[in-house]
């Protein structure tokens, strides 16, 4: 069935550090991959999208690779901030539902 | 602009209560979405309303009903609902579904109690 594994579920890194955050995904016909950042109280909201014919994408801090063949994707924050202490949900798209991963809470330590 | 805007912010009801959730769009997008979110969870997909037509019901129970009034409105109607129900629902929409154009773009959510 549809399924999109993610870890790690937590991540603590220093303000400086990158993070990295996989995912795995189940049916191969899935094309189009996004992420999403979740702070407290609020709804997700896109950082950034990658879509099947495209192996890597980047903006500014933010980027993200796909491997088609072993079905996963990872996204990577450089020099991270405190602000991007938050919930990271990565997804990938079944027809036309969107399936989450079960979410990783990042902490930047100041 | 990419607001998905969504009223009541929050809302408490009783299990007799009938209330009614809101979300507002005006970027022109043709599908809409609910999902609902329970607390260190991922969003559950509920509903999908694809050219104001409802095109996917995940097996939600009754005391949900959709509806789409046209395709800038979505709202999500609730009526004896029960405790496990309190959640945090979100609304979705994304310019046209199924194609290259399928981005979700979501609102705050409404944040139900059911006492």
């Known amino acids: 069935g549809e399924n999109v594994e993610q870890h790690p579920s937590t991540l603590s890194v220093q303000e400086g550090d990158s993070a990295v955050i996989k995912c795995t995904y189940s049916?191969?016909?899935?094309?189009?991959f996004p992420w999403y950042k979740q702070e407290l109280g609020k709804g997700p909201q896109l950082i950034i999208d990658i879509r099947s014919n495209v192996g890597e994408k980047k903006d500014q801090r933010i980027a993200v690779t796909l491997n088609k063949t072993a079905k996963h994707f990872s996204l990577h924050i450089t020099e991270t901030q405190p602000e991007d202490s938050a919930v990271y949900f990565c997804a990938a798209t079944f027809s036309e539902k969107l399936v989450f991963g079960k979410g990783t809470k990042l902490t930047v330590n100041p | 602009d990419t607001e998905v805007t969504q009223t009541p912010k929050h809302l408490v009801m009783g299990m007799t209560n009938k209330k009614s959730l809101k979300c507002e769009q005006h970027?022109?997008?043709?599908?809409m979405y609910w999902y609902k979110q329970k607390a260190k969870k991922p969003p559950e997909l509920m509903f999908v309303?694809?050219?104001?037509?409802?095109?996917i019901n995940e097996s939600v129970p009754s005391r949900f009903s959709p509806e789409c009034p046209n395709s800038s409105l979505l709202n999500l109607h609730l009526h004896a609902l029960q405790p496990e129900d309190s959640a945090l629902y979100l609304c979705?929409?994304?310019?046209?579904?199924?194609?290259?154009?399928?981005?979700?773009?979501f609102g705050p959510g409404t944040r139900l109690l059911v006492l």
């Open positions: 309303y694809s050219y104001e037509k409802l095109s």
């Open positions: 049916d191969s016909a899935s094309n189009y």
């Open positions: 970027m022109g997008h043709r599908a």
């Open positions: 979705a929409s994304s310019p046209a579904p199924g194609t290259i154009q399928e981005t979700q773009y």
